[in-house]
C-alpha cells in the first residue's frame, strides 16, 4: 500500500519535472526567436501604395517624402515637409518600427529609405537601345 | 537642369480615350524634338502594342517582376515615325496568359514593382536624359494604377461627359491625388459636338467643370466619329497633323508642358 503510494508520487515528480523541462524548452526557443522573427518579417513588409492611401495624414507626408528622396535623413525629410526635424524623426521611427521603412545607421547618421529602392539603378547604366523599325 | 517631367495620364473608366490622348502626347512631344519615353501600365488591358509593333522578347511587364533591364523593353520608334527628338516605347505584354499573370499578382509583387517603377523613372529621365516620360495606365483605382500616379509628377485625367464617370473622376482627385499630393489636370473627351459647337457654351461647360472637379480643365475634346473609323495603327498627330482634335492636343501639349515647369504648388489641407 505504502510502497505503491511512493511510487506514484515518484512518478508524478518524474512527469512534472518532464513538464517543466518541456516549458523550459518553450520559452527558451521563443524567447531567443520571437522577437527576432518578427522583424524579419516587418522588415519585408515595406510599403505598398494602398497602405500608403491608409495612412493618417501626417505618416503618409512623412513616407511619401521618403518615397520622394530615395534615401534620406530625418533633417532631409523636415526640410521637405517644413516640420520640425524632431517630430518627423518621431514619424519616421514610427514608420520604421511598423516595418514600412528601414533605418540605417551610419557613423552618427540615421538614414531612412523604402527598402531596396536603391537597388538596380546602378547596374541600369547602358545607353544602347535597340531599335526597332527604321 | 530640369530634370524629366513623369505624366501619368488616367481614368476613372475605361474607354475615356486614355491611350489615345497618351501616344498622340507622346508623338507631338517627340516630334518638337522632346526626348520622350511612352510606357503603357495597362497590364490588364494592353493597347499600345496594336499602334507600336515591336517584336522584342522583353514587356514591362518583365521589368517590373525583375527578370530583365530597362533597356531590354525600351524600343526607340524615332526613325519610324520620323520625331526630331527620341521617341521611346515600353509595351506590355498583351498575352492572355500575361494578363491572367498580372490579375493574380499579390501585394507583394505590387510593391516591388512601384520600386521598379520608381527606379525607371530615375533611370529615364537622370541616365537617359528624357524630357517626358507619359504613362498609360489602367482605368481606376487598381494597385497598377495607383502606383503609376505615385511614380508621377502630375495626372492627367481624362473624363468623359457620363454622370458617373465625373462622379468617379470627382471621387479619385479626392482619395488618391489629393491623398498623393499629386497634382492633376482634366481633360474632358468625347463631349457631344453639338454641346461645344459654340465657343460661348464651350467656356460655360468648361466652367461648371472646373468647378466640379476643383481643378484646372484642360480642354473639352468632341466626339470624333472619324477618329473612331481609324484604325489602330493611325496617329492623329502624325498622320493627320490638320485635324481638330490633333490640333487641340498640340494646344495641350503645350500647357502640359508649363504645367511641368511649375515647381508643385504645396496643397490646400483637406
Given at each position: 500500500m505504502r510502497g505503491d503510494q511512493i511510487s506514484k508520487s515518484a512518478e508524478l515528480s518524474r512527469t512534472l519535472k518532464r513538464i517543466e523541462k518541456k516549458i523550459d524548452i518553450l520559452i527558451s526557443g521563443t524567447e531567443g526567436k520571437r522577437p527576432a522573427k518578427r522583424r524579419e518579417e516587418a522588415m519585408g513588409e515595406g510599403l505598398d501604395v494602398m497602405t500608403l492611401l491608409s495612412f493618417p495624414d501626417h505618416l503618409r507626408k512623412s513616407a511619401m517624402t521618403i518615397m520622394k528622396l530615395g534615401k534620406a535623413m530625418a533633417e532631409d525629410v523636415a526640410k521637405e515637409t517644413g516640420r520640425a526635424r524632431a517630430i518627423e524623426s518621431a514619424y519616421l521611427n514610427q514608420l520604421a518600427r511598423m516595418g514600412y521603412v528601414k533605418k540605417v545607421r551610419e557613423g552618427r547618421r540615421v538614414y531612412f529609405s523604402?527598402?531596396?529602392?536603391?537597388?538596380n539603378i546602378e547596374s541600369l547604366i547602358n545607353p544602347k537601345v535597340a531599335e526597332e523599325g527604321g | 537642369m530640369n530634370p524629366g517631367t513623369v505624366l501619368a495620364v488616367h481614368s476613372?473608366?475605361?474607354?475615356?480615350?486614355k491611350t489615345l490622348i497618351s501616344m498622340n502626347l507622346a508623338t507631338i512631344l517627340a516630334k518638337q524634338g522632346k526626348n520622350v519615353c511612352l510606357i503603357?501600365?495597362?497590364?490588364?488591358a494592353p493597347s499600345l502594342d496594336a499602334t507600336f509593333a515591336a517584336n522584342g522578347k522583353h514587356w514591362i511587364n518583365d521589368f517590373l517582376s525583375g527578370t530583365c533591364e530597362p533597356m531590354d523593353v525600351l524600343k526607340d520608334f524615332s526613325k519610324e515615325k520620323a520625331t526630331s527628338g527620341r521617341l521611346l516605347v515600353a509595351l506590355a505584354n498583351p498575352s492572355m496568359e500575361a494578363i491572367r499573370e498580372i490579375v493574380t499578382k499579390d501585394k507583394r509583387w505590387e510593391m516591388g514593382a512601384l520600386r521598379r517603377l520608381l527606379s525607371l523613372k530615375e533611370f529615364l529621365t537622370n541616365?537617359?536624359?528624357?524630357d517626358y516620360v507619359v504613362m498609360d495606365t489602367s482605368p481606376g483605382l487598381s494597385y497598377g494604377s495607383i502606383n503609376a500616379v505615385a511614380a508621377s509628377d502630375f495626372v492627367l485625367v481624362v473624363s468623359t461627359w457620363d454622370a458617373s464617370d465625373i462622379t468617379g473622376t470627382q471621387g479619385m482627385i479626392g482619395e488618391l491625388y489629393d491623398l498623393l499630393e499629386r497634382r492633376a489636370i482634366v481633360i474632358m473627351n468625347k463631349i457631344p459636338e453639338q454641346l461645344i459647337a459654340a465657343e460661348e457654351m464651350k467656356e460655360r461647360l468648361a466652367d461648371q467643370f472646373k468647378r466640379a472637379f476643383k481643378l484646372p480643365v484642360m480642354d473639352l475634346l468632341p466626339c470624333y466619329c472619324d477618329i473612331l473609323r481609324q484604325?489602330?495603327?493611325?496617329i492623329m498627330a502624325l498622320d493627320k497633323p490638320d485635324h481638330p482634335f490633333s490640333k487641340s492636343l498640340v494646344e495641350i501639349v503645350g500647357k502640359v508642358e508649363k504645367a511641368g515647369e511649375k515647381p508643385a504648388p504645396p496643397l490646400p489641407k483637406p
Open positions: 523604402l527598402e531596396g529602392n536603391q537597388a | 476613372y473608366k475605361g474607354g475615356t480615350g503603357d501600365l495597362d497590364l490588364r541616365n537617359l536624359a528624357m484604325e489602330r495603327a493611325t
